[in-house]
T-cell receptor
Framework: AQTVTQSQPEMSVQEAETVTLSCTYD???????LFWYKQPPSRQMILVIR????KQQNATENRFSVNFQKAAKSFSLKISDSQLGDAAMYFC?????????????WGAGTKLIIKP | NAGVTQTPKFQVLKTGQSMTLQCAQD?????MSWYRQDPGMGLRLIHY???????DQGEVPNGYNVSRSTTEDFPLRLLSAAPSQTSVYFC????????????FGNGTRLTVT
């Protein structure tokens, strides 16, 4: 079974600086998708960025980028120029491409604190 | 554009009571699902549906029922609430069952005493 591990329960960063959140996963499949979701205090889950495993190029969305290392099964999220609004729980998630129930497998989350 | 709407936002039940968590989406999404979120854990899939009239079990289905009579609605029923069902419940939908991103509701915090 696939698993997703986020080894940092909490991270803090000074406003305007860069922070990297770690995520590793375990799978025997070659085709899958990886996601980072943000959960602010409002509780809603918001998609931050998505990566298809067959794409070697790392995904980027404005200040958010990933470092996808398929062989190492690592999928870290880099947030540049951190802003107060980035404070939230961040979840890494995995979805098998041929999966029969399209389930997302989630990590336990990393709480990101932004220091003004 | 409302997206995914969940009601209620909060609910307290006594052990043995039943209730229905409502979920509606207005994006004509084929795929809908229910997850629960427990402290220190990621979300876990309860039930899902790939279209009207089609439902199936996820990772933690026991104690829950679902139905999908229309494309828009996907209610989650707790048959006989137990303290172990205290959690935050999320409904999520996507355009197709594949790699389309999930759109989440705002969640329902359920406490069972």
């Amino acid at each position: 079974a696939q698993t997703v591990t986020q080894s940092q329960p909490e991270m803090s960063v000074q406003e305007a600086e860069t922070v990297t959140l770690s995520c590793t996963y375990d799978t025997s499949e070659s085709d899958y998708y990886l996601f980072w979701y943000k959960q602010p205090p409002s509780r809603q889950m918001i998609l931050v960025i998505r990566q298809e495993a067959y794409k070697q190029q790392n995904a980027t969305e404005n200040r958010f980028s990933v470092n996808f290392q398929k062989a190492a099964k690592s999928f870290s999220l880099k947030i540049s120029d951190s802003q107060l609004g980035d404070a939230a729980m961040y979840f890494c998630a995995y979805r098998s491409a041929p999966d029969s129930n399209y389930q997302l497998i989630w990590g336990a989350g990393t709480k990101l604190i932004i220091k003004p | 554009n409302a997206g995914v709407t969940q009601t209620p936002k909060f609910q307290v039940l006594k052990t043995g009571q039943s209730m229905t968590l409502q979920c509606a989406q207005d994006m004509n999404h084929e795929y809908m699902s229910w997850y629960r979120q427990d402290p220190g854990m990621g979300l876990r899939l309860i039930h899902y549906s790939v279209g009207a009239g089609i439902t199936d079990q996820g990772e933690v289905p026991n104690g829950y029922n679902v139905s999908r009579s229309t494309t828009e609605d996907f209610p989650l029923r707790l048959l006989s609430a137990a303290p172990s069902q205290t959690s935050v419940y999320f409904c999520a939908s996507s355009r197709t069952p594949g790699n389309s991103p999930l759109h989440f509701g705002n969640g329902t915090r359920l406490t069972v005493t």
